[in-house]
């Protein structure tokens, strides 16, 4: 850790949708060598000069970001992708041409202009093109790559709107650039391609299914649903730490629909639930989504997560998806935030 996070020390500048200055803005000020929250189709990114030292470290600081870390860095277009990585493999290229711009980071060899404490002391530089098209402005505005992880204070759910960055970060940061509610809500999809075959380290807005259709194959490293022994090599070092975590205490359980209502009524426990769960709950519940719709299941999630927390909820019981599609990174994530407590009905 690079010790607390810093609390209200920042003169933190709100830059509204109406602003028509507000990209131009956040990229003079990113220039500058500060800190800014910027919107992407995933989620909020804190965000600095990917080659700037000593902005990168003011985002781990403001997070409370273990150093080792890693951060993705944000670029405009897949043309500036050898402007931080060298020795690309051609699946970077057939990778780009159907998921980049979006929800896809892809981990490449790294050249020497990206600082060591943006690669978190690695040979290696994740690399993403948001689909957002504010993202992309800002970066252009900026004219530098953009290191940008969660704008959360690490350990917490990723923030999905204007208002959630708001909440925890006012203080801690130069700049808010307030945008839409991000339309994908899990992170991007993170493959690494200096392993081979490619492997998934973290599932995201691009799926599995996805990227196996484009690369044939694709291996899947095992803390993408798995605790991780405290003697494994990781391949992410973002897999070594908690995430995701709401003051409550969350339960991962699985079952039927009435399994789980059953399950609930009998605790009298909080329930976060499918549609189709509902006949069968007498008590508390929040909802996020039908069985199957695994989309909204991700728009909907850490919005829930933080919810839980104004509602003053203690412990949650929570319906965990399938995990195939999109429910795969919603079940990755849930699996983190109970912290891999995980109820078999
Ligand atoms: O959607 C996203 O990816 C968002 C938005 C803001 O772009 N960013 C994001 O960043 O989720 P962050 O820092 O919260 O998560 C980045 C993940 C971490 O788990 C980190 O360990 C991993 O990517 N990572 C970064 N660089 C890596 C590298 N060189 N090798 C392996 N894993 C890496
Ligand atoms: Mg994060």
Redo the contacts with the bound molecule.
């Keep these: 850790m690079v010790g607390k996070p810093a609390v209200g020390q920042k003169d933190t500048k709100i830059l509204l949708l109406d602003d028509s200055d507000a990209v131009l803005t956040a990229g003079e000020m990113l220039k500058a060598g500060k800190i800014v929250i910027i919107p992407?189709e995933?989620?909020?990114?804190l965000a600095a000069n990917g080659l700037d030292p000593q902005a990168v470290k003011e985002i781990f600081t403001a997070k409370g970001r273990p150093q080792d870390?890693?951060?993705?860095v944000?670029i405009a277009s897949v043309n500036e992708l050898d402007m931080v990585a060298k020795n690309i493999p051609e699946s970077a290229y057939v990778l780009a041409k159907s998921f980049m711009p979006g929800?896809l980071?892809i981990?490449l060899e790294?050249k020497d202009i990206v600082p060591n404490v943006t690669?978190?002391g690695?040979d290696?530089?994740?690399v993403?093109v948001?689909s957002s098209d504010m993202a992309r402005n800002i970066i252009k505005a900026a004219g530098v790559p953009l290191a940008?992880?969660?704008?959360n204070i690490s350990g917490r759910p990723?923030p999905t709107s204007f208002e959630h960055c708001k909440q925890d970060m006012i203080g801690r940061v130069d700049g808010i650039v307030q945008g839409e509610n991000c339309c994908v809500g899990v992170?991007?999809t993170?493959i690494?391609l200096v392993s081979n075959p490619p492997k998934l380290?973290?599932p995201?807005?691009v799926t599995l299914e996805q990227l196996c259709e484009v690369l044939g194959e694709v291996e899947v490293d095992s803390g993408v649903v798995n605790k991780l022994s405290a003697e494994q090599i990781v391949?992410?070092?973002?897999?070594k730490y908690q995430h995701y975590c709401p003051s409550a205490e969350i339960f991962l359980v699985s079952g039927s629909s009435q399994k789980f209502g059953e399950f609930l009524n009998e605790k009298n426990g909080f329930g976060v639930c499918f549609t189709e769960d509902i006949p069968y709950i007498c008590g508390e519940y929040l909802c996020y989504g039908h069985m199957e719709d695994y989309k909204t299941q991700a728009v909907n999630l850490f919005d829930m997560l933080l919810k839980l927390d104004d509602l003053a909820v203690k412990t949650a019981y929570i319906h965990a998806p399938k995990q195939e599609g999109m429910g795969l990174a919603v079940y990755n994530r849930l699996v983190r935030s109970a912290g891999f407590k995980i109820i078999e009905l």
């Design positions: 992407t995933t989620v909020y990114g870390n890693p951060l993705i944000h929800p980071t981990v790294k690669s978190g690695l290696t530089v994740a993403r948001p940008a992880p969660s704008a990723s992170e991007s993170v690494s380290l973290r995201g807005g391949a992410s070092p973002g897999m």
